[in-house]
C-alpha cells in the first residue's frame, strides 16, 4: 500500500520493529494512515514492514474495515489506544524499536515502552504526506472549488452592497465582517465542505491581523480581506483569500494590491520551473518584487510580514515551508500568498493553491485578482 | 481565576509545583486555560499556585492578552511548545512534580523531565470542564439556538419534499442524505457556527449507522434521522437530534418514536430531581421504558444500542459519563438521546441538551419531538 511505502522505508533505514500513531480525528497522520475520519477518542494505527493493524473503535468498524488496507482490531475498546497499539505489535511480534510521531500522547509512548520497546521519533509520515498522489489531490480540487464558491459569494454581496456614508449597507442592514463571513461560510457548507472555523474577514486595518475574528463594520474604500480554509468531507484543505474594495480603490490599497499582484507573479514565475526549484526561491522571488514596489518585507508589521506560503493537506499548515532548505516536488500542494499590510491603512493579500508538478505547476483557483468585486461575476451563459 | 481553582486545588492535593498543558486548537483542556481559539500549531499553558504563562504564538498574541489572566509569553517561537513550558517553569521557579493530562505530547513530557521534573498525569482539567459557569452555559445556549435552526431547515427541506414513487424529491431534483446535510449545515453557518464536520443524516436503514457519512436516497414512509452537533466561535458545542417520515409514519417508525419519546419522559423524570442524582440513572430509567415498549437494550444492534447521553462542552463528548458512577451536578450539560435502531427497519433517535441545576434542570432545546415536519413549522406571527 502506497501510504505505507514510505513508513517501511524508514524502519528498514532505522533498524526499527514498527510504526505507532496513536491520536484522534484532529490528528493528520493518524488521518493519513487510517484512510477514515474517525472519532473524536483516541485510535492507533501501528505498521509494520509485513503487516498493518488499526485498533478502531467499534462505532467505526465499518468506515475502518472499507477503508483501512490492514486488520482492523475492535477488541479491549475500554482501553487507551495506546496499550491496545502495544498489544496489536505484541501479536504481530514486533520486538525492538518503535518509531512515533514526536506528539503521540505521552501515555501511549509509556504503553510502548512498558511493553519493552524502545520508543524513538520520527517525522516519516508527516514528511509522505508532503507529496500528494493524484487522488489526493482531486479532494484537494474538489474542496478548492468551494472555496473559490466562498469567494464568489463574496464578491456577489460586496457587489450588491450600498455606501450609507462611511458604511455598507446589504439587504437593508449594516454589513459588517461577521455578517459577511457568515453569508461565505454558509455558501461553503452548502458546496458539501466545512468552513472548519477558518474563515478570516478583516475591513481596513483589521486586514493586517491575519488571524481576525473580531466583527468590524465594512466600509467604502477601504480593504475587505477573505480568506477562507475549510476541510473536505475527506479530510483535505483548500486555502484561497481575496482583498476587495468597494466604491473605488485608490490609494494605498491600489498600491499594495499592485505589489501583491507582482509578488504573486513573481512567486509563479519560481513555479513555472516546477519539481527541483528550492521552495524558499518562492519567497525571495516574491519579497524581492513587492520590496521593489516600495513596501518593506520582515519588518514588523508593515508591509509583507508573512512568508509566500505553506504545504496544505490533511492539515491546514503543512510541509512544506518556504523558508527553509526544502526542495518542491511533484505532487507539492502549497499556497501562493503575497500580501502587504499596514495597520493605519489595511491589508490587501491574494492567495492561490498550487500542485507542483514535474514541470511547472497547476493552479486549483480559478478566480480573478481583482480589488473589484464586478469582476467577480459569474460569466455570462449562452 | 475561578478556571485555575480546580488546578491550584489539585497541585495542593498532590503536592506538585505546576500544571503543564502543550497541544493545539483541536485540546479543549488547552482550549479551557487559555480561554482563546488557537491555531493548528502547538501552544502551552503552565499554572504554578500563584502565576499562569500562555506560551502563545506570535500571531495570537492579541487574542492571548485578552483572554488569558497571565502572562503571555511570545519568546523562543521556534521550539517546540514542550520546551518553552519548560522554561515558563524555570522563569517562575517551580520546582517539584509537573502535573499533565496523560495526553499529553510525549517530546513535552520529555522537557519537562529534562528540565528536572517528575511528570505525573492528572484529570483536574478535564472534571473542572465537566462543571460548567453561567457563561459557558450561555455560550452552548447560542450553539443550540443554531442547532435548532439547522433541524428546523431540514423539516422545511422535507415539508417541502414531494413522493416520485420511492423517493423524495425538492425543489425539482431527487433528495439524499447529502443534499439535506448541505442544506442543514448552510443554515448553521449562516446562523455563526461550524457544522464541525459532526452532522449525520441516516435514511431508513443507514439511521442505524451512528455516524453515517454516506450518501443514500430519501424515501416516503422511511425514518430520517438528523443529528447535529456544531461547534460555536469560542469552541462550544451543542448536539441535538430529530428524526423525521415524510408521509405518514406508521408501523415501525411509529412504534420506535413512542418508545423513544417515552425514554426521553423517563430520563427527563430523572433529571427533575435536580443535583445529587446517579447520572446511571438517567440510562436505567429510559431504558427500562424501551424495554417496556418491547425493544431490546444494549443486545447488539437492534434497539436502544447506547448510553443515554455524555457531556458537551469544549469537546462534544465529554465527562460526565452514564455509564460509570458519576452524580449530576449543578453545572453539568448533558445530552438525552434515547434512540431505537434496527438495521432491517431504520432508526429513531430524539436528542436534547440540559443543564443539571440544583433543583432540576433546563432543556436547552426548544423543538417539537414528532416525526412530521410539518409540526416544526414556525408559529404563526401576530
Redesign the interface.
Given at each position: 500500500m502506497a501510504r505505507f511505502d514510505a513508513v517501511r522505508a524508514t524502519l528498514d533505514e532505522r533498524g526499527a520493529a514498527a510504526l505507532a500513531v496513536v491520536g484522534?480525528r484532529?490528528d493528520p497522520d493518524l488521518r493519513y494512515l487510517a484512510g477514515f475520519?474517525g472519532?473524536?477518542?483516541?485510535y492507533a494505527v501501528v505498521v509494520t514492514r509485513d503487516a498493518a493493524v488499526c485498533c478502531a473503535p467499534r462505532?467505526?468498524e465499518?468506515?475502518a474495515r472499507d477503508a483501512f488496507p490492514g486488520r482492523v482490531a475492535t477488541d479491549e475498546q475500554g482501553d487507551?489506544a495506546g496499550r491496545r497499539a502495544a498489544a496489536a505489535l505484541d501479536d504481530l511480534g514486533a520486538d525492538g524499536t518503535v518509531l512515533?510521531p514526536?506528539?503521540?500522547?505521552?501515555?501511549?509512548?509509556l504503553y510502548l515502552e512498558g511493553a519493552g520497546h524502545d520508543?524513538a521519533?520520527t517525522d516519516a509520515v508527516a514528511a509522505a504526506r508532503a507529496i500528494k498522489t493524484e487522488s489526493e489531490i482531486e479532494r484537494v480540487r474538489t474542496v478548492a472549488a468551494a472555496a473559490e464558491a466562498g469567494i464568489r459569494r463574496a464578491a456577489a454581496v460586496l457587489g450588491a452592497a450600498t455606501a450609507d456614508g462611511d458604511r455598507l449597507r446589504f439587504e437593508g442592514a449594516p454589513l459588517t465582517t461577521?455578517r459577511l463571513?457568515?453569508?461565505v461560510?454558509?455558501?461553503?457548507?452548502?458546496?458539501?465542505v466545512?468552513?472548519?472555523?477558518n474563515t478570516v474577514v478583516g475591513a481596513g486595518p483589521s486586514c493586517a491581523?491575519?488571524?481576525y475574528?473580531g466583527d468590524d463594520p465594512l466600509r467604502p474604500g477601504e480593504t475587505i480581506l477573505l480568506d477562507v480554509s475549510p476541510?473536505g468531507?475527506e479530510g483535505y484543505h483548500a486555502d484561497c483569500t481575496r482583498t476587495f474594495v468597494v466604491g473605488g480603490g485608490g490609494g494605498w490599497p491600489r498600491r499594495a494590491h499592485v505589489a501583491a499582484e507582482m509578488g504573486m507573479d513573481a512567486a509563479l514565475a519560481v513555479l513555472s520551473a516546477g519539481a527541483g526549484e528550492a521552495a524558499s526561491k518562492v519567497h525571495t522571488e516574491a519579497a524581492a518584487e513587492i520590496r521593489a514596489y516600495g513596501f518593506p518585507v520582515d519588518d514588523g508589521e508593515v508591509g509583507f510580514t508573512h512568508s509566500i506560503g505553506h504545504g496544505v493537506g490533511l492539515?491546514?499548515?503543512e510541509r512544506p515551508s518556504t523558508q527553509g532548505d526544502a526542495e518542491l516536488t511533484a505532487g507539492t500542494v502549497l499556497t501562493v500568498e503575497p500580501g502587504v499590510y499596514d495597520p493605519e491603512e489595511g491589508g490587501v493579500r491574494i492567495e492561490d493553491l498550487v500542485v507542483v508538478r514535474a514541470e511547472g505547476y497547476e493552479n486549483l483557483i480559478d478566480l480573478p485578482r481583482s480589488l473589484d468585486p464586478a469582476a467577480y461575476d459569474p460569466p455570462d451563459e449562452g
Open positions: 484522534d484532529s475520519d472519532p473524536d477518542r483516541e462505532l467505526f465499518r468506515d487507551p512515533t514526536r506528539a503521540i500522547p505521552h501515555d501511549a509512548a520508543v521519533s461577521e463571513r457568515r453569508a461560510d454558509a455558501e461553503m457548507a452548502g458546496c458539501g466545512d468552513p472548519a472555523h491581523d491575519l488571524h475574528r476541510r468531507p492539515a491546514l499548515h
